[in-house]
Structures are given as C-alpha cells and as structure tokens.
C-alpha cells in the first residue's frame, strides 16, 4: 500500500482482556518495527522483524506480548490479560531493509489502546 | 546506552517568530540523528536526518538542525513558525549498524499562538 496502515486505530478492552494489534507495511518493506508510546513519554522498542524473523525482540515488556508477521506482510502483536499499564499508544513503522539509517522508517498513524 | 533528552516539554511561541527545540544525546560514537514531527492522529512523519558530512541539515516545511559533537547537540530550528507547525517533535538516535532500531527523546509539544 501506499503508507503503512493499523487497525483498530482505537481499542477500549477490559482489564484481563486479550487484544490483537495489526499492521500492514508498505508494499516491498521487508523490515517492520513495533513502538509503544505512553502517555508524556518517547517512543519505546518492543521489537522488529526482517522478513518472518524477529533478531531483536528485547523490548517486549512482558511475556504477555508477542508478536508475529506472515512473510514480508502483515504482522500482528498480540497483548494478553492486558492491564492498565498497557494502555498507549501502539505505532508500527517499516522499512526496507534493517540497514543502519540508510533506510528511514515509515511510521503508522497507531493503534490507541485503553485499558479500563 | 545511548539516550536522547529533550529538556523541554512544553515549548509556546507566536506565528511568525523563530524556533529553536533542543536535543541532547548520549552515546559514545557518532550516531544518527533524526528529528520527527507528529501532528494528532498521524504517524510520526521525518523532517530531517543526519548521517555524516555537513552539519547543518535542511528538512521540510523550512526546518533545518544543527549536529554539534562537542556539545551532543542536535537542535531543531525554524527561522518563521506558522501555525500548522503546531505539533510534537522528537529527536531520535541510532547507533551506526544499529540498524533502524531508534532510541526516542520524550518529546517537545509546540504550541504556536497567532
């Protein structure tokens, strides 16, 4: 596609609640990074996928998230028993290759996600 | 580990004065740098990066930033402000052959009075 799309763009979920996040790169983007953005903070890494494989998934903060990606497409992450610290906002970004800045990353308008 | 501080939260200036947001960062090579742009409901957008080679970077929509390595500084500036630059900005690092693994600042939220 032309940009790098996510769905929902909003989720409210219950505490305990399992919930799916998707993300759909550019077209030929064969790297796609997770961020999560809570409230007044910075972006942080929660992991990246060159192609199908995940080299780099130190991010994650708990065993409750995962994520996976089907080739060089659609990647979802996967939040189980969310809590309220979960809450944030949840960017994807592409790019084509994992090469040092040589590459800039296309990022995702996000999936807002509220935990009540 | 590298790390990346906007000392500044909040930033207020009027339609038409200059702009300056500033970025410190904290790594003991020289990385790359990035400032990014992100307006309500959009994604982060790029408006300028440094690699190596001349240390005053031009973006889009008129910013420009400054690599000063012996201040760890990339400071983002814009000479005129207008109203749709009203946004956040977040300065970004990356270790050379980190690959595009970004280490984010908190952000600057500008605000642009008219």
């Known amino acids: 596609g032309a940009g790098v799309s996510q769905s929902p763009s909003n989720k409210v979920t219950e505490k305990g609640k399992d919930v799916e996040l998707r993300c759909d ?80 990353l296309t990022f995702g308008a996000g999936s807002r996600l509220t935990v009540l | 580990a590298q790390s990346v501080t906007q000392p500044d939260i909040h930033i207020t200036v009027s339609e038409g004065a200059s702009l300056e947001l500033r970025c ?14 992100q307006s309500p409901g959009q994604g982060l957008q790029l408006l300028l990066k440094y690699f190596s080679g001349d240390t005053l970077v031009q973006g889009i929509k008129g910013f420009e930033a400054e690599f000063k390595r012996s201040q760890s500084s990339f400071n983002l500036r814009k000479p005129s402000v207008h109203w749709s630059d009203a946004a956040e900005y977040f300065c970004a690092v990356v270790a050379a052959g980190g690959g595009n693994k970004l280490t984010f600042g908190t952000g600057t939220q500008l605000k642009v009075e008219l």
Do not use: M
């Not at chain 1, 494989?53 to 409750?64: E, H, I, M, Q, T």
């Open chain 1, 25 to 104: 790169p550019i077209s030929g983007h064969t790297a796609l990074y997770w961020y999560r953005q809570r409230l007044g903070q910075g972006l942080e890494f929660l992991i990246y996928f060159q192609g199908n494989s995940a080299p780099d998934k130190s991010g994650l903060p708990s065993d409750r998230f995962s994520a996976e990606r089907t080739g060089e497409s659609v990647s979802t992450l996967t939040i189980q028993r969310t809590q309220q610290e979960d809450s944030a906002v949840y960017l994807c970004a592409s790019s084509l290759e994992h090469v040092s800045g040589a590459n800039v």
């Open chain 2, 24 to 37: 410190n960062y904290s790594y003991g090579a020289t990385p790359y740098l990035f400032w990014y742009v």
